[in-house]
């Protein structure tokens, strides 16, 4: 029997050396293979269809590789299994609904193959098409680095005398392939035993902890072992493009709500006499060091699992760092949903503390912004505040029982999304201005023609830059958008909000700022990037310390022209005619409201050009538009400045012209010829109030 508090009471599973078979049978139970569409009556053998293993992961949904379910033709797979010992196989048609990285379209091989390899992380979401009764294993909400011990439970399926069965092992954690400059192709190294044909994408089991927490990929060619790839991965599966307006919107937090209300679901009726994937937790020790038992996890999880999701990774970061004692969450890939912040949580060991974090946590789930509402939700927060209250009552302060009493009281009021969004349970959210934002760093290699060194990071509006992953090995310019698309893309997901995509500034130095990223494609069905989101550039060259007359004299511009009425005037550019850019005296004589123009600025600029910018810069201006590219004729030059001019002038503000770019690329993407005066326009935007990392030229807000 269960408690209130999720506790196990006398008459529960016993503890004993069984703990690990149970913990076998319950992998081996969720762990299912897969065949081709029409698998008829000879699945086995050479001329079969068997695919590869996988295993559920919740209700009606299957995790494995995605070299195993798209090695055939189209999308649709057949998923067999067994519920228990001698009960018989159940086979039930699937489809492919999600896969990373996705194959191109119109193809069904990997993307970007090596070697014929699928790259990873190579998962693949299988959901089944018609309602079945089965197992599900329990996924682990903490990243892979988090394993609890030097070993790992496997199960899967092989080819065995020309029949198919079912085989399970233990392999030991032997480190990583990949790492701190490929994030994305991380995997787990495993070894001790021999990974037979036909096991890839089974489940790999923490035998510490009595968790999922990855799936096998690959086994060693001639060797001991092969690979996992972490669990965690899956957070990197397509955002939806607009704010979700129900739980199917999106697949990640469809799969994870099914997963926790199903382990929640049989915590509470505990049908027959079997263990539970808790009760293993439990005999194993893995809630000793911990704010919760297992029981009292799994609970909690499917009391979360009900509210709908957070609106975005942004403001579960942002929620996250606001409680107190948390600074920073820097996992890769960031956490995404109510289970995930919980896992970010587990870094602080178990004690009072802990458990009022683990508390005010859920106080901020309750009253987080919405994406959508239910006619549940509301019982679901109350249902969460209940688990909260008898929890807090049973075991913590007085003071602190009162602290979320009126957070209670407080968010039961607030049914307004903009009044969640504007009072959080805990701190305050960052101001207008504030919002963090995607810097891109490229470092040219002198010595390496078009080659460069990289770095991805977030910049917090505090001017700290976390970074997200480098590469000091070289890339060419034609291979970057491929290199980076995985980085990117988790950058842009810890700083973007629905309909409101976060600014990407790409630093280069001064001969590089024609390079144009907006127009890298990420994905070859995308827009380019630049319009899908703001992107600016800033240069990157070391600056010489300015004096105090200087920075006083750059302080008033900048808050003359990021918060105001702008107008654009013209530097290089007379009746068709380049002009010399003029000098930084003449410069500092415009008015601080100007936006300088360079109407010959071109794609590879020579040193008269770069030199130009630099006087611009030198004269105070940290915003300026750039027309990159060839030559045109005069009268195309004359649109241009007009263009120009009026589009500056209807900003109210230079903080607005990132954003209005982008609109202009977009149109130009669209095919609308009113916007094409501005096609390969850049956009200078240099923020004195946060600085490249080492560049030491912090202007105080005025």
């Known amino acids: 029997m269960i408690d209130g508090l999720g506790r196990v009471e006398p008459g529960g599973p016993a503890d004993g050396g069984t703990t690990r078979s149970a913990l076998r049978d319950l992998v081996m139970a969720a762990t299912v293979r897969i065949h081709g569409p029409d698998h008829g009556y000879v699945p086995e053998g050479p001329g079969g269809s068997f695919l590869g293993s996988g295993f559920f992961i919740a209700p009606s949904w299957v995790l494995t590789c995605a070299h195993v379910a798209l090695q055939g033709e189209g999308r649709d797979v057949t998923v067999i299994f ?16 999600a896969a990373l ?70 392999l030991s954690v032997q480190g990583t ?54 669990i965690e991965r899956l957070r990197s599966l397509p955002v939806p493009a607009a704010m979700a307006g129900a ?68 403001s579960l970061l942002d929620l996250l760092v606001r409680l107190p004692g948390v600074d920073r969450v820097e996992r890769y890939p960031a956490p995404r949903s109510w289970r995930d912040g919980l896992g970010a949580l587990y870094e602080t060991r178990g004690g009072g503390a802990a458990l009022e974090l683990v508390l005010r946590y859920c106080m901020s789930a309750i009253a987080a912004e919405r994406p959508y509402v239910t006619g549940a939700t509301a019982a679901a927060e109350e249902a969460l505040w209940d688990w909260v209250k008898f929890v807090a009552d049973d075991q913590l302060s007085r003071n602190f029982r009162n602290e979320i009493a009126l957070l209670w009281s407080a968010a039961r009021h607030r049914t307004d999304r903009a009044q969640r969004r504007a009072a959080p349970a805990y701190g305050e959210r960052p101001r207008a ?51 980076l698309t995985g980085s990117l893309t988790e950058a842009f997901r810890r700083c973007d909000e629905p309909d409101s995509p ?46 105090e007359e200087e920075a006083r004299e750059h302080r008033s511009r900048w808050s003359r022209t ?32 100007t936006v300088p123009v360079l109407c010959r600025y071109a794609a590879r600029p020579d040193g008269e050009t770069a030199a130009g910018l630099g006087r611009v810069v030198g ?44 609109e202009l690329r977009q149109g130009v993407h669209a095919g609308r010829t009113e916007m094409f005066w501005s096609d390969g326009v850049a956009l200078f935007y240099d923020d004195p109030h946060h600085p490249l990392p080492g560049s030491g030229q912090l202007l105080e807000a005025p």
């Open 502 to 547: 976060a600014v990407l500034q790409v630093a280069v130095v001064r001969q590089q700022l024609g390079l144009e990223v907006e127009a890298w494609r990420l994905a070859s069905d995308e827009p380019p990037l630049g319009a899908l989101r703001p992107v600016v550039v800033r240069c990157s060259d070391r600056e010489p310390p300015l004096s």
């Open 433 to 483: 201005g504030e919002r963090s934002f995607v810097l891109l760093e490229l470092e040219p290699r002198g010595w390496e023609r078009d080659s460069y060194d990289w770095r991805v990071g977030v910049a917090r509006h505090s001017g700290e830059v976390l970074p997200v992953a480098e590469d000091s090995r070289g890339t060419s310019g034609t291979a970057l958008p491929a290199r």
């Open 101 to 170: 990285p996705e194959p191109a379209p119109g193809e069904s091989g990997p993307p970007g193959a090596r070697g014929g390899g699928w790259p990873a992380p190579d998962l693949a979401l299988v959901q089944l098409r018609r309602p079945v009764e089965h197992a599900c294993v329990y996924v682990t909400e903490r990243p892979a680095a988090f394993f609890g011990g030097g070993s790992v439970l496997y199960s899967g399926w092989t080819e065995v005398g020309g029949r198919l069965k079912r085989l399970s092992g233990q």
């Open 82 to 97: 067994e519920t228990g010992p001698r009960s018989g196989e159940t086979s039930v048609p699937g489809t492919v609904v």
């Open 619 to 662: 004269g105070g201006f940290h915003v300026a538009l750039l027309r990159r590219g060839a030559s045109r004729p005069e009268s195309v030059c004359a649109e241009f400045h007009r263009r120009a001019v009026h589009t500056v002038a209807e900003a109210a503000g230079a903080e607005q012209l990132p954003r209005i770019l982008m």
């Open 562 to 593: 990021a918060g105001a009425a702008v107008r654009a005037e013209v530097v290089d550019c007379e009746d068709g005619l380049r002009v010399p850019v003029p000098q930084e005296e003449r410069l500092r004589s415009l008015a601080y409201e």
């Open 247 to 314: 739980e199917a919107d999106d697949d990640y937090q469809a799969v994870f709500h099914a997963h926790d209300r199903y382990h929640a679901d049989r915590q509470l009726t505990r049908a027959g006499t079997g263990w539970t994937w808790a009760d293993v937790q439990n005999s194993l020790g893995a809630g000793t060091d911990r704010a919760l038992s297992p029981q009292q996890r799994i609970l909690l999880l499917g009391k979360l699992a009900e509210l709908p999701p957070p609106v975005s990774t942004h």
């Open 177 to 230: 392939v990949g790492g701190w400059s490929d994030p994305e192709d991380e995997q787990v190294r495993l070894g001790g035993d021999v990974l037979p044909p036909g096991v890839s994408g089974g489940p790999a089991v923490d035998l510490a902890r009595g968790e999922v927490v990855g799936v096998l990929k690959s086994q060693l060619v001639g060797g001991m072992g092969g690979t996992s790839i972490g």
